[in-house]
């Protein structure tokens, strides 16, 4: 089956300054790749997703990357914020996300101000 | 429109004893997915209904969990009888399922805390 690792586990950097989270998947199949924000005590809230047709995808501050020959997707944050503190979740999917969610370990983001 | 709702939010039971979730999807979503965190470790798939028929139960740990979809709407899941390595916060999510790029993002609820002592 699916297996996903994400790295780092837990990471710090200064406001204002940029974030990268990676993901590797194992399964060429998964074509749907969402990343979810989890703020302490709240529910998992999906900010950007990507599919296997797409390289990249932009929305504001954030950006999703694509290597479908790697097998690896990775999350950007830019300008970073004191809200943007959070655990961040990647996950794969087949059939285009209508499929479980396999979800990678988990990244502890802490923007120092 | 009102998100995904579960319910309770905590829950603490003793060991043996039975404990029942349940979550509420948004409105007209077909399908709807049960998760588990454990100890801070990664979300980890359970089920997956689409109306009222399990489309994929892989991920249920053991037959001490029993969910059901009645009707197509909320969704109830059972632990019985619960064990210590049941703790955990389950979540519930729902994506409203057909045709569009949008049409299988998954939205979660807030989860139900669940403490076995």
């Known amino acids: 089956g699916e297996n996903v690792e994400q790295h780092p586990s837990t990471l710090s950097v200064q406001e204002g300054d940029s974030a990268v989270i990676k993901c590797t998947y194992s399964d060429s199949a998964s074509n749907y790749f969402p990343w979810y924000k989890q703020e302490l005590g709240k529910r998992p809230q999906l900010i950007i997703d990507?599919?296997?047709?797409?390289g990249e995808k932009k929305d504001q501050r954030i950006a999703v990357t694509l290597n479908k020959t790697a097998k690896h997707f990775s999350l950007h944050i830019t300008e970073t914020q004191p809200e943007d503190s959070a655990v961040y979740f990647c996950a794969a999917s087949g059939h285009q996300g209508a499929q479980k969610l396999v979800f990678g370990q988990g990244t502890r983001l802490t923007i120092n101000p | 429109e009102a998100g995904v709702t579960q319910f309770p939010s905590h829950s603490v039971i003793e060991k043996g004893q039975t404990v029942t979730l349940r979550c509420d999807p948004i409105?007209?979503?077909?399908?709807l997915y049960w998760y588990r965190r454990v100890m801070g470790k990664e979300i980890k798939f359970l089920l997956h209904f689409v109306k009222e028929s399990k489309q994929d139960e892989s991920g249920m740990p053991n037959n001490r969990f029993l969910a059901e979809r009645t009707g197509g709407t909320y969704s109830t899941l059972k632990v019985q009888p619960a064990e210590l390595e049941d703790s955990g916060v389950y979540f519930c999510?729902?994506?409203?399922?057909?045709?569009?790029?949008?049409?299988?993002?998954?939205?979660f609820g807030p989860g139900t805390r669940l403490t076995v002592t």
């Open positions: 990507i599919r296997s047709n797409v």
């Open positions: 999510a729902s994506s409203q399922g057909g045709r569009g790029p949008s049409s299988y993002e998954q939205y």
């Open positions: 409105s007209g979503h077909d399908n």
